[in-house]
């Protein structure tokens, strides 16, 4: 059984607690609950004492209408609390964007790692649609969730519609539909997909910014900005690696960041 926290509008939000160390809490990606963080929070598990949570409406956590991204600022806070009021964080694609936007508030985080936050910042294809969150809203609120989950694949992920199409029948499907409302979080953390380097030049914050040597040049360009915004920023491009993380690897470099 997960453990669990309270956050500051009393959902509950659940979370795994692995190994023995420094702190560090995993925050997932879209389409994610704390299963898609548990190998690589397994293998920190060595070094670290790993909080694993399910973000709010995921997996075994609570939900409180009406969402904002400061109330998951605040789930981060009470699991930063519980880890004994300061922790590295690790986040993962919108994820780690909401680990930016969490530091920008002053969370007492002590060192942050980032696997390919979503930002762009050159020509590969065009800004999200200010209304993304409201299709995906008015789509969840008709029932039609699978609709949701494809509409957020072709328009924030960039999936080819054919390649969706595909994927319908997929093994995967159904969970991902039944996490379907929690696209409408994501695609309000990551907006436009602009950069704020406004808000991120504020952030003191050691970062690691990584990502993979064959993801999509727009991940490459994305973190090559985003490093160069934050004052303490530094990026790290794992050789053979995509947008999927590979724990062993990926873990090898945390831990090398968070020890030293």
């Known amino acids: 059984m997960p453990r669990t926290v309270t956050s500051a509008d009393g959902t509950v939000i659940a979370f795994d607690q692995l190994g023995a160390g420094p702190p560090v809490i995993m925050v997932g990606a879209a389409f994610n609950d704390r299963s ?3 190998p690589l929070a397994e293998a920190l ?4 004492t790993v909080f694993n949570y399910d973000r709010r409406g995921r997996g075994d956590s609570g939900d409180t209408a009406p969402y904002s991204v400061e109330r998951e600022i605040e789930d981060l806070g009470a699991l930063i609390a519980e880890a004994g ?3 590295a964080v690790f986040g993962y694609s919108s ?3 909401l680990a930016l936007h969490a530091a920008a508030h002053r969370l007492a985080i002590g060192k942050l790692a980032l696997y390919e936050p979503p930002f762009l910042v050159d020509d590969s294809r065009p800004p ?3 209304d ?3 299709q995906l809203a008015a789509l969840i609120s008709a029932d039609r969730r699978g609709d949701a989950v494809e509409l957020y694949q072709t328009e924030a992920v960039g999936i080819p519609e054919n390649v969706v199409a595909q994927m319908r ?3 995967f499907r159904p969970a991902l539909e039944a996490i379907a409302h929690t696209l409408v979080y994501d695609a309000t953390i990551i907006g436009d997909l602009s950069l704020p380097t406004g808000l991120f030049a504020s ?3 050691p970062t690691l910014v990584i990502d993979g040597e064959k993801s999509p040049p727009m991940l490459h360009n994305a973190a090559r900005a985003l490093a160069d915004t934050l004052p303490n920023g530094r990026r790290r491009t794992l050789a053979g690696q995509t947008h999927d993380i590979s724990p062993d690897v990926t873990a090898a470099v945390l831990a090398d960041f968070l020890s030293n």
Do not use: E, M
């Not at 598990?45 to 670290?48: D, E, G, K, S």
């Open 128 to 130: 999200l649609s200010a």
């Open 203 to 205: 952030i003191a914050t």
């Open 45 to 48: 598990a060595a070094h670290f």
């Open 95 to 97: 994820g780690a964007t």
């Open 85 to 87: 009021g300061s922790s």
């Open 169 to 171: 029948h997929a093994p």
């Open 132 to 134: 993304l969150p409201g």
């Open 36 to 38: 898609g963080t548990a």
